[in-house]
């Protein structure tokens, strides 16, 4: 007879940087009945999406949403703007803008990677100066697009997308710029039109609050005319046909409807809150947790505190405690989730994700299960950072 594994009493915690919790509004979206994909009412629900993720983007261009993840949003944006042999300049900031740039290789782009000058670019933001002179030293314009992460959701940085922009412009270089803004998307401020994005890329398990399965690229007429002339194969991932079908409402192939609806409540949710309001909310979130690591006498990962993310804290754990071994105690004893580390930090720290659906209480709930797991692994804290996050939230 099968047996059922037990289930834990209370609610799972989830904690990680991703997928965030999906709100209960966005579940009983999700539920409604699927529709007819080429009739009237499908196409009132498409042109309420895209009207309701272009403000998310800040961007008055077009947005396609494909049923797909982010990596292939990535590739997305990479096959609708290149051709074979292309030069794209990478930024390393951590794990996730290393995948991408290992897409990139495998599309057969020639990528060129700039590190942070004299220090550690998984600990700190994108040093726009130094992509100036990459740039500069390009005097044959071989360099087609500069591709940055936005927040790069291994380290916990939160990048100045628009002193990259302006970097760029200053060396009068053409180059196209591409921002991954997966976890960022509707938890950081972000600008696509006001900082002169050329294909902005997410996807719908971050900041919008949705399961994974839906991509994102929005576009600027820049990129658009690009992709007239790139000649990597594309068809899935083609931009033309999407934009036209979603002129009425439509998709040329056969669209999530449920995600769909999924997002308009999304979309919804966040013009009611606010934007402002939702990047305050996450600001003042992510400093209580900064706050109660520095009173555990721990360090954060991100070093520098203009780069500090809104969205995770990634905690790093003293020399000799595996920091996966701390998370699996937490889990199994308080229910509670947490990332782990990624690429060369695996087992040096953990993450804490505070995106999306989450508020004073879920957060203090986290770092409370936080602390309690770190004393039973037998990490020494210097004080408690519950208390430090809570009166940092009531402004003490």
């Known amino acids: 007879m099968l047996q059922l594994d037990s289930h834990p009493s209370g609610?799972?915690?989830?904690?990680?940087?991703?997928?965030?919790?999906?709100?209960?509004?966005?579940?009983?979206?999700?539920?409604?009945?699927?529709?007819?994909?080429r009739g009237p009412e499908f196409g009132a629900l498409g042109m309420r999406v895209l009207d309701g993720v272009r403000d998310?983007?800040?961007?008055?261009?077009?947005?396609?949403?494909?049923?797909?993840?982010?990596?292939?949003?990535?590739?997305?944006?990479l096959v609708n703007t290149h051709s074979a042999g292309d030069t794209v300049l990478m930024?390393?900031?951590?794990?996730?803008?290393?995948?991408?740039?290992?897409l990139a290789q495998r599309l057969g782009l020639e990528v060129e990677t700039v590190t942070a000058p004299g220090g550690d670019s998984w600990r700190s933001g994108i040093d726009a100066d130094a992509i100036a002179g990459h740039l500069r030293r390009d005097s044959a314009r071989r360099i087609r697009s500069v591709c940055v992460v936005h927040n790069e959701t291994s380290?916990?940085?939160?990048?100045?997308?628009?002193?990259?922009?302006?970097a760029i412009d200053a060396t009068g270089?053409?180059?196209?710029?591409?921002?991954?803004?997966?976890s960022g998307l509707g938890s950081a401020d972000y600008r696509h039109d006001e900082w002169g994005v050329d294909v902005s890329i997410s996807g719908s398990?971050?900041?919008?609050?949705?399961?994974?399965?839906?991509?994102?690229?929005?576009?600027?007429?820049?990129?658009?005319?690009?992709?007239?002339?790139?000649?990597?194969?594309?068809?899935?991932?083609?931009?033309?046909?999407?934009?036209?079908?979603?002129?009425n409402g439509y998709w040329p192939t056969t669209p999530a409807t449920n995600l769909l609806y999924g997002l308009a409540e999304a979309c919804d949710m966040l013009r009611g809150e606010g934007l402002p309001q939702v990047f305050a909310r996450h600001q003042q979130l992510a400093r209580a947790c900064r706050a109660a690591v520095a009173a555990w006498g721990l360090e954060v990962q991100c070093q520098d505190p203009s780069a500090q993310s809104p969205v995770l804290t990634?905690?790093?754990?003293?020399?000799g405690i595996?920091?996966?071994?701390?998370?699996?105690?937490?889990?199994?004893?308080?229910?509670?989730?947490?990332?782990?580390?990624?690429?060369?930090?695996?087992?040096?720290?953990?993450?804490?994700?505070?995106?999306?659906?989450?508020?004073?209480?879920?957060?203090?709930?986290?770092?409370t299960g936080c602390e309690m797991g770190l004393r039973a692994a037998g990490v020494k804290l210097a004080a408690s950072g519950v208390v430090a996050a809570m009166e940092t939230l009531q402004g003490v």
């Open 205 to 247: 398990q971050k900041g919008l609050m949705l399961p994974p399965g839906l991509g994102f690229n929005a576009i600027s007429a820049r990129a658009m005319a690009a992709s007239r002339d790139a000649g990597l194969p594309r068809a899935y991932w083609a931009w033309d046909e999407i934009v036209a079908a979603n002129r």
């Open 173 to 182: 270089h053409p180059a196209l710029l591409l921002v991954d803004t997966i």
């Open 91 to 102: 930024y390393e900031t951590g794990h996730f803008a290393s995948l991408w740039r290992q």
């Open 155 to 166: 380290t916990g940085t939160t990048s100045d997308i628009a002193a990259v922009r302006r």
């Open 56 to 77: 998310v983007f800040q961007t008055r261009g077009d947005v396609v949403i494909y049923p797909g993840s982010g990596t292939g949003a990535w590739e997305a944006a």
């Open 322 to 367: 595996d920091a996966d071994a701390v998370r699996a105690l937490i889990l199994e004893r308080f229910n509670l989730s947490l990332g782990t580390g990624l690429g060369k930090l695996k087992g040096r720290m953990f993450r804490i994700g505070h995106l999306g659906d989450c508020n004073a209480l879920s957060l203090m709930a986290a770092l």
């Open 11 to 37: 609610r799972h915690f989830l904690h990680i940087p991703g997928p965030s919790p999906v709100p209960d509004r966005i579940l009983r979206a999700i539920s409604y009945p699927t529709i007819d994909h």
């Open 314 to 319: 990634g905690v790093v754990l003293p020399p």
